[in-house]
């Protein structure tokens, strides 16, 4: 089956412009994760969608967010771009049902954001 | 909370060499543990998992068992490639959050 699509894979944007970055899941995950990857901070988690509902958010600031549409898709918008959020930009989809699944998660090949 | 802990990078080792990258981890109830590498430009590759305790994930060579007594999740491989060069996570999923650790990059030289 068709693994996790990010688009696009790279997008170059200056400073203070938005962005808006899209993940398809696997078909049947209902759970989307973004993850921030930069040299110097790692992977950071930046929210997860379950259901269209965000379930889980990690610690960035409120120029980030998101949404899941019914079809398990999701979009990530970054609002007024800065420097720093030149990264790549991960998605990953699960199953995300109840606890006992825990099963893994599946990445897409990333975004490059170049914020100049 | 929830928190996975791996060694410092990068290691960097001859081809045919022994691999061990040490990973533990830190969580309340039965997490399920994973290995992630990531190759250059690329997102995470799930490498081999663990669901329940003394459990032994293995894929391409790689192995790792999850030992609850010592909360580790370590992975070996007995003989390394050049191929093998990348990023390798270490991460948990508990209560389906997902925790990483900071990444290993291992060389391989030939």
């Known amino acids: 089956k068709a693994g996790v699509t990010q688009t696009p894979r790279y997008l170059i944007k200056t400073r203070g412009q938005q962005v808006t970055l899209s993940c398809s899941p696997i078909s049947g995950h209902r759970s989307v994760s973004w993850y921030q990857q930069t040299p110097g901070q790692g992977l950071q988690f930046l929210f997860e969608y379950f259901s269209e509902t965000q379930r889980n958010k990690g610690n960035f600031p409120g120029r980030f967010s998101g949404r899941q549409f019914s079809n398990s898709r999701s979009e990530m918008n970054v609002s007024t771009l800065e420097l720093g959020d030149s990264a790549l930009y991960l998605c990953?989809?699960?199953?995300?049902?109840?606890?006992?699944?825990?099963?893994?998660?599946?990445f897409g090949q990333g975004t490059r954001l170049t914020v100049v | 909370g929830d928190s996975v802990t791996q060694m410092e990078g990068p290691v960097t080792l001859s081809e045919e060499a022994f691999l061990t990258i040490n990973c533990t981890y830190t969580?309340?109830?039965?997490?399920?543990l994973f290995w992630y590498v990531q190759y250059p430009g690329e997102g995470l590759q799930l490498l081999l998992k663990a669901t329940k305790a003394d459990d032994k994930g293995s894929n391409k060579g790689f192995e790792a068992t999850y030992r609850k007594e010592t909360t580790s999740f370590h992975l070996e491989k007995g003989s390394v490639q050049v191929s093998d060069s990348a990023v390798y996570f270490c991460a948990l999923s508990n209560f389906n959050k997902f925790y990483f650790g900071s990444g290993t990059k291992l060389n391989v030289k030939p």
């Open positions: 990953a989809s699960s199953l995300g049902l109840g606890r006992e699944a825990n099963t893994e998660a599946f």
């Open positions: 969580a309340t109830g039965y997490p399920s």
